[in-house]
């Protein structure tokens, strides 16, 4: 049923998709990064990924440590910069793997034009989700399905499914963690109405650096009824799939409609990256920079009226524990680090800091072992936490009032701190929301309908949260 509406929609979406990129050679005045817009050769035993500025678009290229190269996604109007660039850093255009998001024109509009005009070659892949020439219903997108299921242009079309994995080598994992599935119009099981939410999600990991990108993946459950489309929220499926990270490639241009707050908390990006050009959409909205802003550095290629400001974000990596996004460096979390450059501070990673307190455990439904609901806290730093002013929440600005932790209360490294209300969470599910004095969301869960005397918890092993309760309830002690 969704699956014509999207088809449909197609010459709408595109219209609202239609890119304002910057054409080869064109060079704005206004705030510019330097060495953001000289790309340097790839070093074999280095992890490159840069976010090639291309305008109100995406182009993302991945090169590993062996030397296998994948492009993520291809601007229209930007094949000209993407070759230049491409032979820059590998000094060839001889591509291992393309990979097409989704089918708008700000994404594979210039695929065409890259391997027909500008000497780039694929060698074993041209990824996409599949779909016959009526899949999108666009003149780009019938263009681009013509010249990838001909045989002699050699593109190798190659439909690909949640949970491949693409070979980059040995040192490193390409993981598809959601995608637009044809045959039940869903996407990590949400029915897709916009073929945003069909977006091939990717999470890249070398050594104990954690990547994500994923075209204009949508987080919001939205309807326009005036411009007859809308959004199905995806994020929030693939959050937990996905976990705590260093560098988000933030999905769709910063567009309001992603990003949205659940999927940050759970991603706590130290980096963000947003790839935009002039638009008269709104991007970056600034709530989306708002939610970014607190675990770490935003990058952005240019600004919304087409002026550059970081141009080209370059991410390499040499150990998968240290790694520079435009000459700065960073740690990863698991090493101590965070968002500040050299590591540490409130990018979700430093010892003993704000954003590294955790809710920990839920108990929703007391009825006879227990007689009250309780929240539990963690701090997993090596320092205390001034805790007076913070704030535990049923619904942000909305349900019951929320609890006020008092004046002088803190929490001390490796310990906890239990908040015991009476009929304040819903048994049938709600959310648990930690807020800074400031209002900050440090850190939210959501859980389902829950049974009696059970608790929802994060596993001890991996700092995720259990999928399932358990009646080993633990409050003020370690988890299961």
């Known amino acids: 049923m969704f699956r014509s509406l999207i088809r449909k929609a197609g010459f709408l979406a595109l219209a609202a998709a239609i890119t304002f990129g910057m054409s080869a050679g064109y060079a704005p005045s206004g705030e510019q990064t330097v060495s953001a817009a000289n790309p340097v050769a790839w070093q074999p035993g280095q992890l490159h990924i840069g976010s090639i500025d291309v305008g109100q678009g995406d182009a993302t290229l991945i090169v590993s440590p062996e030397g296998k190269s994948l492009l993520v996604d291809v601007n229209q109007s930007s094949a000209a910069k993407i070759a230049d660039y491409i032979q820059t850093v590998l000094g060839h255009k001889n591509l291992d793997y393309i990979l097409v998001t989704h089918y708008h024109a700000d994404h594979m509009g210039d695929y065409v034009n890259l391997l027909k005009n500008y000497g780039v070659t694929v060698k074993t892949a041209t990824y996409d989700r599949g779909g016959d020439r009526y899949e999108y219903n666009s003149t780009l997108y019938q263009t681009y399905y013509d010249y990838v299921t001909n045989a002699a242009n050699n593109a190798k079309r190659t439909r690909i499914y949640e949970n491949d994995l693409i070979n980059m080598g040995a040192s490193m994992s390409v993981?598809?963690?959601?995608?637009?599935?044809?045959?039940?119009?869903?996407?990590?099981?949400?029915?897709?109405?916009?073929?945003?939410?069909?977006?091939?999600?990717?999470?890249?990991?070398?050594?104990?650096?954690?990547?994500?990108v994923a075209g204009d993946l949508s987080g919001a459950n939205y309807w326009n009824s005036a411009g007859g489309y809308g959004y199905a929220d995806i994020e929030t499926s693939v959050a937990p799939k996905v976990g705590s990270i260093e560098v988000y490639r933030v999905d769709h241009h910063g567009s309001s409609h992603s990003s949205n707050q659940f999927f940050v908390d759970t991603l706590k990006p130290s980096v963000s990256i947003i790839s935009l050009g002039q638009n008269s959409y709104g991007h970056p909205a600034p709530e989306v920079v708002s939610r970014l802003t607190p675990y770490g550095k935003v990058y952005q290629t240019e600004n919304s009226d087409g002026t550059i400001k970081d141009g080209d974000v370059i991410l390499t990596s040499t150990d998968g524990v240290h790694y520079t996004v435009n000459g700065t460096t960073y740690t990863t979390k698991e090493s101590g680090g965070g968002s500040t450059p050299g590591g540490?501070?409130?990018?979700g990673g430093t010892p003993g800091t704000v954003a590294n307190i955790l809710i920990n455990e839920i108990l929703p439904a007391?009825?006879?072992?227990?007689?009250?609901?309780?929240?539990?806290?963690?701090?997993?730093?090596?320092?205390?936490?001034?805790?007076?002013?913070?704030?535990?929440?049923?619904?942000?600005?909305?349900?019951?009032?929320?609890?006020?932790?008092?004046?002088?209360?803190?929490?001390?490294?490796?310990?906890?701190?239990?908040?015991?209300?009476?009929?304040?969470?819903?048994?049938?599910?709600?959310?648990?929301?930690?807020?800074s004095p400031t209002g900050t969301v440090v850190d939210q869960k959501t859980y389902g309908s829950t049974g009696y005397d059970v608790s929802w918890y994060r596993v001890k092993a991996t700092g995720q949260w259990s999928s399932t309760t358990t009646s080993n309830v633990t409050m003020g002690t370690v988890n299961p």
């Open 175 to 212: 993981k598809v963690v959601s995608i637009g599935d044809l045959d039940s119009d869903t996407a990590s099981g949400v029915t897709v109405i916009n073929e945003n939410d069909n977006s091939i999600a990717l999470k890249v990991k070398y050594g104990e650096l954690d990547y994500f």
């Open 344 to 347: 540490g501070d409130t990018g």
């Open 366 to 435: 007391p009825s006879k072992k227990y007689t009250k609901e309780f929240v539990e806290l963690y701090n997993p730093g090596t320092t205390a936490v001034d805790l007076s002013g913070w704030k535990i929440d049923d619904i942000q600005n909305g349900g019951s009032a929320a609890y006020t932790i008092p004046a002088g209360t803190t929490i001390a490294a490796g310990g906890y701190y239990v908040y015991q209300p009476s009929s304040v969470f819903n048994n049938a599910g709600d959310d648990v929301v930690l807020l």
